[in-house]
Structures are given as C-alpha cells and as structure tokens.
C-alpha cells in the first residue's frame, strides 16, 4: 500500500485525527472527526480511482471474494495508522471503501473514561459480559480494554472470534488466541462450537448476531468460562429484547434462565461530541447483575430494569440519564446534546434547569 493514492489519504485522515476514512466516487474522500463528515480539500474521486484504491490492497483470495460477493470486511496493518478495517461495498457496480482507523494502542481506563466497575467485571472468573451500543460508539475498543487488563493480570487463555481483528495482542500473562472470520474459522457460530475444545478460559465474541450465537455464547457462559460479546442495541433494556426476541417459546424461556444464571454485567455506551467540539466523549449505562437484577430476569419484567438501576448506585449501576447528567455538569458536553441522547428528556430538563 505503501506510496499509493490510499496510502497518502490514509496518512492525511491520520493527521486529521479521523476515526474513519470513506472512498466514494462522485465526492471527495471523507474523513469522520469528532463523529463528523470533512470532506477533503481535493479534486472529488472518480469511479475509476476509487476502484484502483479498492483493489490495489487485496490479495488474490480476497479479490475472488469480493467478486464473488460484492462485499468484503477484512483488517490490515499500516505503518502509520497502526491496524486497519477496511470495508468494501458496491454503488452502482463500483467498489467503494470505508476504512476504520483501529490505533497503534489500547487506551487506559481513564482516557476512555469507563467506569471503575469494568475493571471489576473483565475479573469475573465466568458469566458472560455484554458491551452494547449503535455502530462507532466504541465497542471493540472497550472489549479490547478488557481484554488487555485480563492479559495483563491473569495466567489464563483468551480465545477471541473477530470478525475482522482489529487489535493484535500480544501474549501477557495470559495466552491469546485470536480467529477472524473468514481467515481463521468460516463463522462465529461454528468457532463458538468448537472453541470450548481449546480449553479457553475467557471467551471473545466480537459481536453476537443471531439465535445460534448467543446461545452458545450463555451455554460457554453457564460451564465455568467468562464470555465477554458485545452486542447492537442502544441500551440495557433493548439488549435484553435482542438477546430474548429471537427465541419463540420454551427456547425463550431456557434462554431467559441462562441469562439470569450467567449474566455479570452490561455496559451500554455512546460516544458524543464535546462541549468545545474537538473530541468525543464516552456515555453510558452500566447494569451489575445482583440477586435483584437475576431475579427480575427470571420473572421476565424487563420494564423494570431503569428502575433497578437507578436504586443501584452502591453497585456500580449508572442510568444513561445520569451519566448524561452528569457529563453535562462537568462541562464535558452541551446541554442539547444531553437532552438529544436523554431517555426521557423532560425529566433531564427539570433536572438541569
């Protein structure tokens, strides 16, 4: 790649600080920063240009794939912008490319701004944590912070499934096995299944997509492993109707009751822009699973959960609201932009008025 036209985009997205890079013909290549489109100060890109940076990149295999299947997610290195997910796509019969830009390191705790209570759950010995959230709120990278804390405390193995790998990490205390799909394993439920036979002791799933997934996923949880997965759903509640909604019958029932039996935690986040409009700024909403919150997962009363969490402070327990709330009262981000994630605005008026 090195010396291309994709190569100097991605090297100008760098010292843009985008989190992301998209080709796409017709346009000028665009960088997102701070959770915002900028579109470059050059020339837009032709249909013809935007297929040679998509192809210049792929080996053979993959090119047969994406020919195959007009689209393609895969991770590669690159000496200035550390690990890459490239995403290719077709629009109107050309490829097009969306690159994230996955960092050279893992981040502290701190930088992130995740609560103390993550540390708590990534040492859980079993059950299973969710990180959970729209696309680009921060996910991966909170799942490799927790990863990276077991590697670096705990003599173990860590088996991750990815789908692409965008964090490499290198053996700790721990040993870490990481498979992408499509290179190392031809999906993550058939990776799931066969993952409990290389005796692991922390299981990563980059992301738990269908019925099949996630009941392996509790079932790895439920035998004596800490299964850590993140999950596409804007808050607690709607986690567990994702998890739940898929299965009909007496499989939502079993699924429930491995839920309440495993469940150690879930982190719902966001990321928003800050109050000066130069970074973006980590919200969420932390569920800690005590006997209350096993109980009230049993019962299948998921409407009750925002309370459950709020009357849980003394554990750890944040309500998106609160967090909002209290990010605002530190002058981190604007008040319209509090009241636009808020769960229930009024309230977050009152309160800050």
């Not at 429930?256 to 909403?285: F, H, T």
């Amino acid at each position: 790649m090195k010396g291309t036209a994709l190569d100097e985009l991605i090297t100008a997205a760098v010292d843009a600080r985008a989190s992301d890079l998209h080709v796409i013909a017709g346009v000028p290549p665009a960088f997102r920063v701070n959770g915002e489109i900028i579109f470059a100060d050059q020339d837009a890109i032709t249909a013809e240009e935007s297929t040679a940076m998509c192809f210049g990149f792929l080996t053979q295999d993959q090119r047969v794939q994406f020919d195959r299947e007009w689209e393609l997610c895969i991770s590669l290195p690159h000496e200035a912008a550390g690990r890459l997910r490239a995403t290719l796509y077709k629009r109107n019969g050309n490829p097009e490319l969306s690159v994230r830009f996955c960092g050279h390191r893992i981040q502290s705790r701190e930088e992130l701004g995740l609560p103390l209570k993550i540390d708590d759950l990534a040492r859980k010995p079993n059950g299973i944590v969710l990180i959970t959230g729209p696309t680009g709120a921060g996910k991966t990278t909170t799942l490799n912070y927790m990863i990276d804390l077991i590697n670096s405390e705990r003599r173990c193995k860590i088996v991750t499934v990815e789908d692409p790998i965008e964090h490499v990490h290198q053996n700790k205390r721990a040993i870490v096995v990481q498979q992408e799909v499509l290179t190392d394993t031809h999906s993550f439920n058939r990776a799931l299944i066969h993952v409990l036979r290389q005796d692991p002791d922390v299981i990563v799933v980059g992301e738990m997509r269908d019925h099949e997934a996630i009941s392996a996923a509790l079932t790895a949880a439920e035998t004596g492993h800490l299964v850590l997965a993140t999950l596409h759903s804007p808050n607690v509640m709607h986690a567990f109707e994702r998890i739940t909604g898929v299965f009909e019958g007496s499989a939502q029932r079993q699924i429930i009751m491995q839920l309440a039996n495993s469940l150690q935690g879930i982190i719902a986040q966001d990321l928003l822009p800050s109050v000066d409009r130069c970074s973006r700024v980590l919200a969420y909403e932390l569920l800690v699973a005590n006997g209350a919150v096993r109980n009230l997962i049993r019962e299948n009363n998921k409407h009750m959960l925002d309370t459950l969490i709020q009357t849980g402070g003394r554990d750890g327990m944040v309500l998106m609201d609160s967090c909002l709330h209290d990010l605002y009262s530190r002058c981190l981000i604007s008040y319209d932009t509090a009241l636009s994630r808020a769960k229930n605005p009024d309230r977050m008026a009152k309160r800050s008025g």
